[in-house]
């Protein structure tokens, strides 16, 4: 008996996240960010914004870029769920569950690479030796990232390109943050990047061009979502 084999399927799009810049590429990017202007936030986007201010204040600070990094797991957390709900449907159409599960790689590396950032701002927090109190930055940031899982997923499933634009949005504040963060700062030129996280994140030169990487890793998230916005829903080809 002759067993013949199967067309051979290419495998799907490895997402190697972010790109990593050079210090001259860092530079131009942060250059970018600010001449560019800010998306047009939709009210829940500027109701968190604002939320953000009251709390932890306006001024841009590491302790509440910390409460930002918190929060931006959040909607990709809720795709994810989304996601294996969707392949647990759709596992009959190999083409459609390999699309679907192709997004879901890409929104756990997303997800992961918003992780880092976290971990690498707080370790910044601890080494500058900044108090954090249990209501200010554990109870609260976790009862703002209660909520705003359920409403991305609330809307996702109600509309994905809701959701997407929300998450844009979200993005889009925290590069023009990042970005501004260092415009203000100079003397993080001179400060080495702490290299606690280097080995798994990237190794800078300085503290600015770490924070310019982070920055436009936001944009990278930004533009993703955006591009997804016109492409929200799975369909059978």
Request: hydrophobic residues 40%; without cysteine; neutral net charge.
């Amino acid at each position: 008996m002759t067993i013949t084999a199967p067309p051979t399927v290419p495998a799907p799009a490895r997402h190697a996240g972010p790109p990593k810049l050079s210090p001259r590429e860092l530079r131009a990017a942060q250059a970018e960010t600010l001449a560019a202007p800010r998306l047009r936030y939709g009210l829940m986007a500027r109701l968190l914004f604002g939320q953000m201010d009251l709390v932890y204040g306006r001024e841009r600070t590491f302790v509440k870029f910390t409460m930002l990094e918190f929060i931006a797991r959040v909607p990709y957390q809720a795709w994810e769920r989304v996601g294996y709900h969707a392949l647990s449907r759709r596992r009959r159409s190999s083409d459609l569950a390999r699309r679907v599960h192709d997004r879901i790689v890409e929104t756990r590396e997303e997800q992961d690479n918003e992780q880092w950032h976290l971990l690498i701002l707080q370790d910044i927090v601890q080494r500058e030796g900044h108090r954090q109190s249990f209501l200010l930055h554990r109870l609260a940031p976790w009862l703002v990232a209660f909520v705003y899982y359920h409403v991305s997923w609330l809307l996702f499933v109600l509309r994905p390109e809701w959701s997407y634009r929300l998450n844009a949005d979200f993005e889009d504040h925290a590069e023009h943050e990042y970005m501004e963060f260092v415009a203000e700062h100079p003397e993080f030129e001179e400060v080495a990047a702490p290299p606690t996280y280097a080995a798994e994140y990237g190794r800078y030169r300085s503290l600015a061009d770490l924070l310019r990487q982070i920055g436009h890793d936001e944009r990278v998230h930004k533009v993703d979502s955006l591009v997804h916005m016109g492409n929200p829903r799975f369909h059978e080809a």
